[in-house]
């Protein structure tokens, strides 16, 4: 069951549920929390790969779960290796009770996020609810058929889905709710998340955090 889920900043989120605490992509924390159950980077790039900002989630029971290419600058972090899970796109994991899969994150028609990268995003399962965060992705066949409680994606251009694109992906796939994110720090303005709320099929419910 969801507890709590907000956007620290940019696309830093936090999710409570089921007693876990959940830290996808921390970057730009103005607090230490120091509460991961689970940390998970959906790619390298600096706003989503921060050591600075996993020092602030982290503790000495933090799993971490990441992507092949930053195993060695995790381990420069202190987690020992039963602590960190390199995952690949598309699969299915069983984490130390943590349902979750793995969808692709890339681009389309920029270069930024190649598919070849094996970066991604991720769906949380729990008991009755399942959470997408999408990472850092344009429209593409693999996210067009997640299916989701709630949804965290992309909207500020440039790197990923602009708003518009956004609003086409979330109108297809239907969350009940749907979390703007990647605006307001490194690219796209809070009007960006207020133009792609307006795209919205009306039975689906946005939330603007940052």
Known sequence: MIEDFKVLFHSAIRIVADNKVIYVDPYGLKEKYNDASYICITHSHFDHFSPEDIKKVKNNESIIIITEDIYVDVLKLGFKENKIVIVEPNKKYQ????LLETISAYNIDKGFHPKENGWVGYIFNFEYERIYVAGDTDIIPENLNVKCDLAFVPVGGTYTMDYSEAAKLVNKIQPTIVVPTHYGSVVG?????????CLLNSKIECKIMI
């Open 95 to 98: 984490i130390n009770g943590l």
């Open 189 to 197: 303005s809070q009007q960006d998340a207020k133009n792609f709320k």
